[in-house]
């Protein structure tokens, strides 16, 4: 299943009946909605063109496959970027409450000249699960082919699939 970036320019009125017949259930659609623009990403079993096809009535849109993030850059502030990227929020979340940590008990290192802290806890791993039986195989080759790396859930999907 591969991911998309939906652009509707203009008004997007009943947009929400459009990608009920095209986005991944399981996932659903997380967007950004502003005066005369939509911004949406999604997970769909179809491809670009297909839901091109699917929204031609559209006066004014674009769509996009981002599943490789190697072909696309984003810069957005940070509440658009979470609008529509949800998953680095946890991650944007995690980088704020080490800066406040190290703001609350800072360390001065006099050979560097440079304030610190040091946290005590061990930070926990962060782990990768994918749903789609491409991904969990470049998450495999990432690993030279180690199934020690897959979660359970991606080992059922490869065992289905």
């Known amino acids: 299943m591969n991911r998309f970036l939906l652009v509707i320019l203009g008004t997007a009125i009943d947009?929400?009946?459009d990608l009920n017949n095209i986005a991944d259930g399981e996932h659903?659609?997380?967007f950004v909605d502003g005066k005369g623009m939509f911004i949406c990403t999604f997970y769909s079993p179809y491809s670009a063109s297909e839901i091109h096809e699917k929204l031609y009535h559209r006066p004014a849109l674009?769509?996009?496959?981002?599943?490789?993030?190697?072909?696309y850059g984003i810069n957005l502030p940070s509440k658009y970027y979470t609008g529509i990227f949800p998953e680095i929020?946890?991650?944007l979340d995690a980088m704020m409450d080490i800066?406040?940590?190290m703001i609350k008990n800072p360390m001065y290192d006099e050979?560097?000249?440079i304030f610190t802290k040091v946290s005590k806890k061990k930070s926990e791993p962060t782990i990768e699960?994918?749903?789609s039986v491409d991904d969990i195989l470049d998450k495999l080759s990432r690993n030279n082919y180690d199934r020690g790396c897959l979660t359970e859930k991606e080992k059922e999907i490869l065992n289905k699939g």
Do not use: A, P
């Open 15 to 17: 947009i929400d009946k």
């Open 28 to 30: 659903g659609v997380n």
């Open 62 to 71: 674009m769509v996009f496959d981002i599943t490789d993030s190697e072909t």
């Open 89 to 91: 929020k946890k991650e």
């Open 99 to 101: 800066q406040r940590e």
């Open 111 to 113: 050979k560097t000249d």
């Open 129 to 131: 699960e994918y749903d």
